[in-house]
């Protein structure tokens, strides 16, 4: 992103800025590299010879051998449809009910107790009893997923709900918006801005506890079974190519997500100035 | 807070706000009672079932004895490491951007894996026992602080790092007066992610753990098929939780105190 918030005087140049994100670059390669070396050689220590941890050399290449066959794709694509499905089901529903629950000051007291009991039940826990009714299913890592996902969305929303801000409103009438405009221009941006931060925190979530539900409930064919798998039949090198690949999991979905921040909230003060 | 009474003027306010916070929950209990009441399904016991048998299980038979108060400890000797880890290392890295930057692949890495797939290598590590348990707890809640303390003490005010700079005040102090205190909301924010993720780490080791604890105590019930211990479990956990919940907010608004003051002010010193 072009960098138009410089100020005159104070601003480093072009070059300096191009210099200063080698330099970060070069620094964050050789972390990383020192971090695969580190690995490299705790892995030849005793402690782990006797937990049989593998060396990333042996991790990788059990994973690029796994990149190849067809459970690999199939478990990783289904842990990441029943977390799509999940957090789509939560915005869905936790999105609409947050907002009118914050349009309304009778609403908000009504169920605030409610909702502030229901949400410090760790989702988790209630894995046996979706496991009791809907076995070691899909359906029942959706279910316990959505259970965790959906109250930072619906909290944040009724948040949304409550403040926003009438002068907007006013101005938006003033100018005879039609309704078109007026939700593409300040109903979306205004919630936007509230609801986010629970979106971020509501995928994180979700992907935790969808990993934590497969593996609890041990749903055939996902992420979390194979991980479970690898463990109980003392297969370290493909137990650390999953963790690998979850961790791969977990940084696509941040990286993305800090992407379409940059698109979605650019304006928004918390995102000025930053490149 | 509704009223704009002190010393309880609003009497009547008060108590209208209090029953608009209690006539759901209250409907919901009665309404759950009264549809569960003689149920013969095997996965929901009636209500009043469960009430019985939690009373005999975690309070008559000492349950909360054997299986809560581990929890309880397990959660807070973890968290307590956590928080402590997240706010040293975080303070470090926040006042030294060079190494902020340079860890950043691995704090982000760190945020980022989904937690519980570290399970099956913390269980090669340290089998099933309370170390396992400790250090997922540990290290899973670590990264939200930590991330949040980076961001708390590198967002502190420039001129009161000058004028700390300026008097020549001691690092301690500079930590303890400037940077802890401005830091502190941003910390808080952080902590109260992580205790979220450090009872969901909690319920999901112990789950896989040795015998001890709530979470081994709803598994154990739902692998012998005990419906009526199990949904007992999962009613303590509620109150559990909640209670704890409860208790952070407490300690945040005495802690904080001042910075909710502030905000009040600066948004036009109400209450």
Known sequence: MANETTTAGSAPSDSGLKRAAYRNLLLQATTVGLFFAAWHLFSLSGFAVRAEMPGPGGSLARLWELLFTGDYWRALGTTVRSWATALAICVVVGIPCGLLIGRSRRAFDSTKFVIDFLRTIPSLAIVPLTLLLFGQTVTMVVVVCCLAAVWPLLIQSIYAGQHADPDLHRVARSFRLGWMDRIRYVLVPEALAFIWPGLRLAVTAALLVTIGAELVGSARGTLGYRLLEAQVLNQPDTLYAYVLTACALGLAVNGALTLIQRRLLWWHPSMRGRS | ?271
């Open chain 2, 1 to 271: 807070m509704s009223g704009k009474g002190r010393n309880g003027v609003d009497v009547p306010g008060r108590i209208l706000g209090f029953l608009w916070n209690a006539w759901l929950p209250v409907v919901l209990l009665c309404a759950i009672w009264f549809a569960s009441a003689g149920s013969q399904s095997f996965f929901f016991p009636s209500l009043e079932r469960v009430v019985a048998a939690t009373w005999q299980i975690w309070f008559a038979g000492g349950g909360i004895v054997t299986d809560l108060v581990p929890s309880l400890m397990r959660l807070l000797a973890g968290y307590a490491v956590a928080v402590l880890a997240g706010i040293l290392f975080g303070t470090i890295m926040g006042l030294v951007p060079v190494m902020e930057v340079a860890a950043r692949p691995v704090t982000e890495a760190a945020r980022a894996v989904p937690g519980a797939a570290l399970l099956p290598i913390s269980m090669m590590f340290f089998g099933t026992g309370e170390a396992m348990k400790l250090s997922m707890i540990a290290f899973i809640s670590t990264w939200p602080i930590l991330l949040n303390t980076i961001e708390g003490v590198r967002s502190v005010d420039p001129t009161l790092r000058s004028v700390m700079e300026t008097y020549h005040i001691r690092p301690w102090h500079r930590f303890r007066y400037g940077f802890l205190p401005a830091a502190a909301p941003q910390v808080f924010a952080g902590a109260r992610i992580s205790f979220a993720v450090a009872v969901a780490v909690m319920v999901i080791v112990e789950m896989f753990g040795t015998p001890g604890g709530i979470g081994f105590f709803i598994r154990h019930a739902q692998q012998t098929f005990q419906v009526v211990p199990m949904w007992t479990g999962l009613v303590m956990l509620g109150f559990f939780g909640y209670a704890l919940n409860l208790l952070f907010r407490v300690l945040e608004k005495r802690i904080l105190h001042w910075h909710y003051a502030m905000v009040a002010h600066s948004q036009g010193g109400q209450q």
